[in-house]
C-alpha cells in the first residue's frame, strides 16, 4: 500500500515534488495554451487549441485530488516549481501562433515522457493517477497537419521552427537539470530506485530520440 | 418542438446569433481568465482563477454541442461577434491583479443577466441549454471576499476599481448596442418576442440594478 510507503519520509518527499512538478506543469500548460490560443487565425484553430488546454486543466485537477488524498497540501508541493516553470515560459515565449504550436507540441511532448520515465519508481496507485494524467488522446495531433501545412505554403519557416526545436528542448533540459540539483529527494527516488548513472544516461538518450521524432512528425529538423 | 420553430427563417436567424454570441462569450471569457490567472500574486488564487476559467471552457462546449445538435454550424454562428468582442477585451485589459478579478465578476455578471433575460424568448430546449451554461454556481464568490481584503489594506483601491466598474458597464453596453445594431433578428426576437420599447428600458434598468448590487458586494460605488 502506498500509505505505507509514504511513512518513509524519503519516498513521502520525493512523491510530493513529482506531483508537485507534474501539477504545477500542467497548471502552466493551461495557462499558456489558452494565452497561445489568442494568437490563433482561425476560430476553429482558437477553439481546437482551447481544448488542448481544458485538457491540461483536467489532468491538473486529478493531480491535486491525488495529493489531497495522500494528505499532501497541493500548493505547498507546487510551490518549488514556480519558478523553474516560470523561468521556461519567460525564456520560450512564442512570437507567433506557429511557434505556440510547436512549443505545445513539443514542449508537452518531452515533459510527459519523462514523467512516463520516472511513473516506474512510484506506486501503483500514484502511477495510475500519473498516467491518466499523462494521457493525452492524441488530441495534439492537429498540430501536425498546421505545421506542415505551413511548411508547404512557406518553406523558409521549417529553419526558424527547427532552430526553436532545438531551443524549446535546450531550455527544458536546463530547468530540469537545476531542478534536480535542488530537489535531492526526486533525484534520490531514480537513482535509489534502481537508476545507476548509466541508466540516467540512456533515459536522456531516449528522451532525445522521441523529441528527434516529434520534429520529424512535424517535418522538421532536430 | 424547437426543430419546427426553426423551420421559421427569422427564429432560426435570432437563434443561431444568440447562440453564437453566447458561446463565443464563454470562449473568450475563458481565455482572458486563463491570461489574468497569470498575475495572480498566489498559487491559490491562480488555481481558482484558472478554475472559473475552465468552467467557461465547459460551458463553451455545451453551447457548441447544441448549436450542432441544431444543425447550426458554431464557427458561423460565432464569426460575426469576434469583432465586437475583441474590441471590447482590447478596451479593457486589466492592468492588475485586482482589476482582472473585478472584470471576470462584474463583466461575466453583466453578460450572464443579459442571456437570462434573451432566455425567456427561445424554445424550452435553448433555454434549458443556456441556463445551464449560465450556471456558475456562485465559483466566482471567492473574488467578493479578495476584493473586500484588498480594500481594507488599500483605500485609494476603491476609487479606481470604481472607475474600472463603471467603464466596464460602459463598453459592454457601447458593444452590445453596436451588435444590436448589426444582428436584426437577435433584436425582432426580443421585440417580437413582446418586449416593446418601454420593457427593453425596463430590462436595462435591471441590468444596471443588478450591476449596482454587484459592485455594492465588493464593496465599490457603482
Known amino acids: 500500500m502506498e500509505q505505507t510507503a509514504l511513512d518513509d519520509h524519503e519516498y513521502r518527499a520525493a ?6 512538478v507534474l501539477a504545477y506543469g500542467e497548471l502552466t500548460a493551461f495557462v499558456r495554451m489558452a494565452v497561445d490560443s489568442d494568437l490563433a487565425p482561425t476560430l476553429s484553430l482558437k477553439s481546437q487549441m482551447a481544448q488542448l488546454a481544458h ?24 510551490q518549488p516549481f514556480v519558478a523553474p516553470f516560470s523561468s521556461f515560459h519567460e525564456r520560450t515565449r512564442p512570437k507567433s501562433w506557429l511557434e505556440g504550436l510547436v512549443k505545445a507540441y513539443v514542449g508537452d511532448g518531452i515533459g510527459k515522457d519523462f514523467y512516463r520515465e520516472v511513473s ?17 488522446q492524441t488530441e495534439s495531433d492537429f498540430v501536425v497537419q498546421i505545421v506542415r501545412d505551413a511548411l508547404r505554403t512557406d518553406p523558409t519557416a521549417a529553419g526558424r521552427l527547427a532552430l526553436w526545436g532545438r531551443r524549446l528542448m535546450g ?13 535531492d529527494a526526486m533525484s534520490a527516488l531514480l537513482i535509489g530506485g534502481g537508476m545507476d548513472l548509466a541508466e ?17 512528425r512535424l517535418g522538421l529538423e532536430a
Open 15 to 20: 512523491v510530493t515534488d513529482l506531483l508537485g
Open 55 to 78: 485538457t491540461e486543466y483536467v489532468q491538473y485537477t486529478l493531480l491535486v485530488e491525488h495529493l489531497r488524498s495522500l494528505g499532501i497540501d497541493p500548493e505547498e508541493a507546487m
Open 120 to 136: 516506474t519508481f512510484v506506486a501503483p496507485e500514484t502511477r495510475e493517477v500519473m498516467l491518466a494524467a499523462l494521457d493525452d
Open 171 to 183: 531550455e527544458a533540459l536546463s530547468q530540469a537539470q537545476a531542478v534536480a540539483v535542488e530537489r
Open 200 to 216: 540516467v544516461g540512456r533515459m536522456f538518450a531516449r528522451l532525445t530520440e522521441n523529441h528527434q521524432r516529434r520534429m520529424t
